[in-house]
């Protein structure tokens, strides 16, 4: 099946998936079954299986899933069997919190370059990186054929930072401005706004 014809929701839920088949091989267990998978992620066991189909055949009737199989086989699915390399623009509070967070290279991906415009953090370092001033964004990066990009600028000035990443070779990019951004339909966009996802949840709390 081709990738564009797996709904996005299935997407967004298999590294759910990955992180969970983890958590039972750190707690020793070799096989699980689409109903227990299901309780741990409050799903029903159809709901798995139905995903899962959209990528063939997993497990065995009465014998559930070799954990490790499928969480090889879901990583190569999310491309996971790499070390994905991305660039980040802005380094205010966000940026600064996201280059001395180590969960990033735990899972796979390397922050290689961070740029500002700011005289305060140009030529600091955050984590292991110097910070690099924006105005070499093009000469700097453009030739490392990174995919993905992280934007956490503000709002008024991520459009033009999203361009200049595309026009890069920029393939993904996490955007944490608040703002919706215009990309190429080649091009992914996955928004980081906290503030919606609070503003979501009040409305449950009358």
Same mark, same amino acid.
């Given at each position: 099946? &081709?990738?564009?014809?797996? *709904?996005?929701?299935?997407?967004?839920?298999?590294?759910?998936?990955?992180?969970?088949?983890?958590?039972?091989?750190?707690? =020793?267990?070799?096989?699980?079954?689409?109903?227990?998978?299901?309780?741990?992620?409050?799903?029903?066991?159809?709901?798995?299986?139905?995903?899962?189909?959209? @990528?063939?055949? @997993?497990?065995?009737?009465?014998?559930?899933?070799?954990?490790?199989?499928?969480?090889?086989?879901?990583?190569?699915?999310?491309?996971?069997?790499?070390?994905?390399?991305?660039?980040?623009? =802005?380094?205010?509070?966000?940026?600064?919190?996201?280059? #001395?967070?180590?969960?990033?290279?735990?899972?796979? @991906?390397?922050?290689?370059?961070?740029?500002?415009?700011? *005289?305060?953090?140009?030529?600091?370092? @955050?984590? #292991?990186?110097?910070?690099?001033?924006?105005?070499?964004?093009?000469?700097?990066?453009?030739?490392?054929?990174?995919?993905?990009?992280?934007?956490?600028?503000?709002?008024?000035?991520?459009?033009?930072?999203?361009?200049?990443?595309?026009?890069?070779?920029?393939?993904?990019?996490? #955007?944490?401005? !608040?703002?919706?951004?215009?990309?190429?339909?080649?091009?992914?966009?996955? #928004?980081?706004? !906290?503030?919606? &996802?609070?503003?979501?949840?009040?409305?449950?709390?009358?």
């Amino acid at each position: 099946m &081709k990738s564009n014809d797996v *709904p996005e929701i299935v997407i967004s839920r298999l590294p759910l998936y990955v992180q969970t088949l983890n958590q039972l091989l750190r707690e =020793g267990k070799s096989v699980v079954s689409s109903s227990e998978l299901g309780d741990r992620l409050k799903m029903t066991s159809s709901q798995i299986r139905r995903d899962l189909s959209h @990528f063939g055949g @997993f497990g065995k009737q009465g014998t559930g899933y070799d954990i490790i199989s499928l969480m090889e086989t879901l990583r190569n699915i999310l491309n996971l069997n790499q070390i994905w390399q991305v660039v980040l623009v =802005g380094v205010g509070h966000v940026g600064q919190a996201l280059l #001395n967070y180590d969960g990033f290279s735990r899972k796979g @991906f390397e922050i290689i370059a961070a740029f500002d415009e700011s *005289p305060k953090v140009i030529g600091k370092k @955050f984590g #292991n990186l110097e910070v690099k001033n924006i105005d070499q964004l093009e000469s700097e990066f453009c030739i490392l054929k990174v995919d993905i990009g992280a934007i956490t600028v503000p709002a008024e000035n991520a459009q033009a930072v999203c361009d200049r990443l595309v026009n890069c070779g920029i393939r993904a990019i996490l #955007n944490y401005a !608040p703002t919706a951004l215009e990309v190429p339909e080649d091009v992914q966009v996955s #928004n980081i706004d !906290p503030v919606l &996802k609070l503003q979501k949840m009040t409305y449950y709390l009358k």
